[in-house]
Every structure is written in C-alpha cells, then in structure tokens.
C-alpha cells in the first residue's frame, strides 16, 4: 500500500527527459521542508492505493490516445523514499516495460533502487535550509545512467555547489544539473556564471513552470 497524492499525464520539465510526455505518480510525504518547495500540498493528505491500483491507474492514463501508449513514467512526491513500498512499485513499473525515473532529495538510501530505474537525485544547497540533510554516500552508488540536481538560489549556493562537484567529482560519475530557484534568482545570471567558470554542468529551467505555473497536477 502507498499513499498517493495524485497521478497525472504531464510533460516532464526537468533533467533528461525534458519535454517528454510522462505519467507522473506523486507520493504522499516528506521528511524535509526546503524553503523553496513547490509541492507543500504533497506534505499530507493523498490517498492509499494498492499497488495493483497503481499499476491499473497508470495504465489507464497513460493508454493511447491514437498514437501510442506513454512510456515514460516518474516517481516523485514529496519524497518517494519515505514510503516503505516505493521501492516494489519501482519495481512493478519496470517490468511493465516503462522508462521509470526517480527523483528523490537524495537524504535517503539511493542504493537499493532497481538499477533499471534513472535516480535523479537531489543534493541541497544551504539555500534550501536543509543542507544538513545530504546522504553523501549516496553519491558512491550512482552511475552514467543518474543524474545530480542542485537547485541554487544565489551566489552563496553557487559557489558551494561549484566546490561540492569538484571535491567529489560527480561530474566525472553522472550528468549534473543546476537549476535557479523559481523567483529568487534571475535564470539568466545563473547560466552567465555557469559559462564564465566552464563548469560541466547542465543548466536547466523548470518546463512545467513556464507553461503552467504551480498549477497542481500539471
């Protein structure tokens, strides 16, 4: 069983899959409170569902509309993790043939996800309030098929994140994304001091907020 907070048919907008139509399975609860989240209404509420139901309800909206059945589904919350059971639907989800990601806060255990599955893995930046929080051995078991975003909200976290993928040379592990902070930052003062240091990192802006805003469910 797994509480739900909503499952819905979006584009992905962020990390590789960017653009992609995606069915997004939304879990219920986290243990951070960052200070710019975007998903507070994930903290509680939602609705239990076996995972017979899941599987069912994903099919469903992701069947075809007269070319083909989405295939590229995430597993976000919230934070997933939390959830005893998120790991056997990661699961469930990859043997039903899906391209399955994970985006996760990167504070809990990263290493017994199925390795079918694409963990785009946060690390927090002291802007987030919840720095303390990074499970930095997570970053020993990620591999070329993950990915790291750190979301920076000013030069403070630019300049942490920067010494953070040096000292650990994640780049050299996974792809790195680095993401403004919707509203604190200016997007394009944070793509001038990417370009100025040459860091190998990927910028990226948040699709879904461009088109829709913070509408739930889109």
Same mark, same amino acid.
């Given at each position: 069983?797994?509480?739900?907070?909503?499952?819905?048919?979006?584009?992905?907008?962020?990390?590789?899959?960017?653009?992609?139509?995606?069915?997004?399975?939304?879990?219920?609860?986290?243990?951070?409170?960052?200070?710019?989240?975007?998903?507070?209404?994930?903290?509680?509420?939602?609705?239990?569902?076996?995972?017979?139901?899941?599987?069912?309800?994903?099919?469903?909206?992701?069947?075809?509309?007269?070319?083909?059945?989405?295939?590229? +589904?995430?597993?976000?919350?919230?934070?997933?993790?939390?959830?005893?059971?998120?790991?056997?639907?990661?699961?469930?989800?990859?043997?039903?043939?899906?391209?399955?990601?994970?985006?996760?806060?990167?504070?809990?255990?990263?290493?017994?996800?199925?390795?079918? +599955?694409?963990?785009?893995?946060?690390?927090?930046?002291?802007?987030?309030?919840?720095?303390?929080?990074?499970?930095?051995?997570?970053?020993?078991?990620?591999?070329?098929?993950?990915?790291?975003?750190?979301?920076?909200?000013?030069?403070?976290?630019?300049?942490?994140?920067?010494?953070?993928?040096?000292?650990?040379?994640?780049?050299?592990?996974?792809?790195?994304?680095?993401?403004?902070?919707?509203?604190?930052?200016?997007?394009?003062?944070?793509?001038?001091?990417?370009?100025?240091?040459?860091?190998?990192?990927?910028?990226?802006?948040?699709?879904?907020?461009?088109?829709?805003?913070?509408?739930?469910?889109?």
């Amino acid at each position: 069983m797994l509480r739900i907070t909503e499952i819905f048919l979006s584009l992905q907008g962020e990390a590789r899959d960017a653009g992609w139509p995606t069915l997004f399975v939304r879990l219920t609860g986290c243990p951070l409170r960052c200070t710019y989240c975007d998903t507070s209404y994930a903290f509680t509420g939602g609705h239990t569902m076996t995972l017979d139901a899941i599987m069912e309800e994903v099919k469903q909206v992701a069947a075809s509309r007269g070319y083909g059945e989405v295939r590229h +589904v995430c597993v976000t919350g919230g934070e997933p993790l939390a959830q005893r059971g998120c790991r056997e639907l990661l699961v469930r989800l990859c043997d039903a043939d899906y391209q399955v990601s994970l985006e996760t806060s990167g504070a809990l255990d990263v290493s017994n996800v199925d390795v079918r +599955v694409v963990r785009v893995m946060d690390l927090k930046t002291p802007g987030s309030g919840e720095q303390t929080k990074n499970r930095w051995e997570n970053l020993e078991v990620l591999t070329g098929r993950d990915q790291v975003k750190l979301v920076i909200a000013d030069r403070n976290d630019y300049e942490w994140a920067r010494a953070v993928i040096k000292r650990y040379r994640i780049a050299d592990r996974c792809e790195v994304l680095f993401s403004p902070v919707f509203g604190r930052i200016e997007p394009r003062q944070l793509a001038d001091w990417i370009i100025e240091d040459r860091l190998p990192v990927r910028f990226q802006m948040q699709l879904h907020k461009l088109l829709w805003g913070d509408e739930p469910g889109r």
